[in-house]
């Protein structure tokens, strides 16, 4: 997952795109970077994440909406890339339990989907995960399976879904 980050951070710097990054671990989600143009903080912010332990997804969807929301009112446009292999199992309310997790993820997904916010889902997971895929569908996201991907597919496919494209595609 990291290295898919280092690389759409390589292409964001390229575009001068701003990037922020949101880790959700344990039991929620934090701000890592703010939205930024430098590709050191970046890496650096990435380089000091910790893999393991709790997926509090919701948490991270409703952070990133949140952020996505705020980008907008200043007139810019976001898109959201969702990096998980879409097995919450750390609720809203911070508690274990994958069944609650999982709903709780659903419904961040939809209200990220009701926003028509332009967003990518990176299934992570070493085969393409069904929870993951029907996290983007909600979503409205473009699904990519990390394990089939490359990093010159990668690329254009968040560039060209950056651009203007959207729905979910598989």
Same mark, same amino acid.
């Given at each position: 997952?990291?290295?898919?980050?280092?690389?759409?951070? #390589?292409?964001?710097?390229?575009?001068?795109?701003?990037?922020?990054?949101? #880790?959700? =671990?344990?039991?929620?989600?934090?701000? %890592? /970077?703010?939205?930024?143009?430098? %590709?050191?903080?970046?890496? =650096?912010?990435? #380089?000091?994440?910790?893999?393991?332990?709790?997926?509090? /997804? !919701?948490?991270?969807?409703?952070? *990133?909406?949140?952020? @996505?929301?705020?980008?907008? =009112?200043?007139? +810019?446009?976001?898109?959201?890339?969702?990096?998980?292999?879409?097995?919450?199992?750390?609720?809203?309310?911070?508690?274990?339990? +994958?069944?609650?997790?999982? *709903?709780? *993820?659903?419904? @961040?997904a939809r209200a990220i989907g009701a926003r028509k916010l332009k967003a990518i889902l990176i299934d992570n997971s070493p085969r393409p995960e069904a929870k993951a895929r029907g996290i983007a569908e909600r979503m409205g996201a473009l699904y990519l399976a990390l394990p089939r991907m490359d990093a010159a597919?990668?690329?254009? @496919?968040?560039? #060209?879904?950056? @651009?203007? =494209?959207?729905? !979910? +595609?598989?």
């Amino acid at each position: 997952a990291k290295g898919a980050v280092e690389m759409l951070l #390589a292409d964001c710097y390229v575009r001068r795109d701003e990037v922020a990054l949101i #880790a959700f =671990r344990g039991a929620g989600a934090d701000l %890592l /970077l703010p939205a930024t143009r430098s %590709l050191t903080r970046a890496k =650096r912010s990435l #380089a000091a994440l910790p893999g393991g332990g709790g997926t509090p /997804l !919701a948490s991270g969807l409703a952070a *990133a909406e949140s952020l @996505a929301e705020e980008v907008r =009112r200043k007139g +810019r446009t976001p898109t959201l890339v969702v990096i998980t292999d879409g097995r919450a199992n750390v609720g809203r309310n911070g508690i274990g339990g +994958r069944e609650q997790a999982h *709903a709780d *993820a659903e419904s @961040a997904a939809r209200a990220i989907g009701a926003r028509k916010l332009k967003a990518i889902l990176i299934d992570n997971s070493p085969r393409p995960e069904a929870k993951a895929r029907g996290i983007a569908e909600r979503m409205g996201a473009l699904y990519l399976a990390l394990p089939r991907m490359d990093a010159a597919i990668l690329s254009d @496919a968040v560039r #060209a879904h950056g @651009a203007g =494209r959207s729905g !979910a +595609r598989g």
